[in-house]
T-cell receptor
Framework: DSGVTQTPKHLITATGQRVTLRCSPR?????VYWYQQSLDQGLQFLIQ???????AKGNILERFSAQQFPDLHSELNLSSLELGDSALYFC??????????????FGPGTRLTVL | AQSVTQPDIHITVSEGASLELRCNYS??????LFWYVQSPGQGLQLLLK??????LVQGIKGFEAEFKRSQSSFNLRKPSVHWSDAAEYFC??????????FGAGTRLFVKA
């Protein structure tokens, strides 16, 4: 158990809908990272927040957004869902702001299925 | 450009046999290197990491990795594989930016 929690574990929805994925980092960690893992794209970095502020952006679509709240939990919002958005979404956390030495600890993931 | 290459998409070994998973990186500065394991339906778990010092790093579950700067490699090894080691393994490099670059992964199959 990494100490990172994600809810829900599974989510099934329809195209065009909007969903929210939630992540609680390990106690004491200030950074939260979001990743998308699909069979054809592998593990793709989406976005990082550090202490409530956006720190880095990766391959995140405009239909997706995220935020980190004062209690440091984070939410990833996915809207206008398409079939291709079906994937595993992971959250990870680290103590620091994303320096090279920061170790990321991953949550169990949320499996999103868009029908 | 910074990158991580895991040349083997999948590997099959017999239980009790030794294992080596390859990882090559491309990074201009001193690399900070990680190996993660992902069991089916699970998140990624950190096996070991290298920041500096001894180039042979010990991790959890009996794994070790050796950093070879001259070969830009960070190969993962285990002397005797157990059936429970069947999983996907990811090599990663911590870059000077704000994100970690992951390799495409190597899926390990263990046969009885």
């Amino acid at each position: 158990d990494s100490g990172v929690t994600q809810t829900p574990k599974h989510l099934i929805t329809a195209t065009g809908q909007r969903v929210t994925l939630r992540c609680s980092p390990r106690s004491g960690d200030l950074s939260v990272y979001w990743y998308q893992q699909s069979l054809d794209q592998g593990l793709q970095f989406l976005i990082q927040y550090y202490n409530g502020e956006e720190r880095a952006k990766g391959n995140i679509l405009e239909r997706f957004s995220a935020q980190q709240f004062p209690d440091l939990h984070s939410e990833l919002n996915l809207s206008s869902l398409e079939l291709g958005d079906s994937a595993l979404y992971f959250c990870a956390s680290s103590v620091g702001p994303g320096q090279r030495t920061d170790t990321q600890y991953f949550g169990p993931g949320t499996r999103l299925t868009v029908l | 450009a910074q990158s991580v290459t895991q040349p083997d998409i999948h590997i099959t070994v017999s239980e009790g046999a030794s294992l080596e998973l390859r990882c090559n990186y491309s990074y201009g500065a001193t690399p900070y290197l990680f190996w993660y394991v992902q069991s089916p339906g699970q998140g990624l778990q950190l096996l070991l990491k290298y920041f500096s010092g001894d180039t042979l790093v010990q991790g959890i579950k009996g794994f070790e990795a050796e950093f070879k700067r001259s070969q830009s490699s960070f190969n993962l090894r285990k002397p005797s594989v157990h059936w429970s080691d069947a999983a996907e393994y990811f090599c990663a490099v911590g870059t000077g930016g704000f994100k970690t670059i992951f390799g495409a992964g190597t899926r390990l199959f263990v046969k009885a």
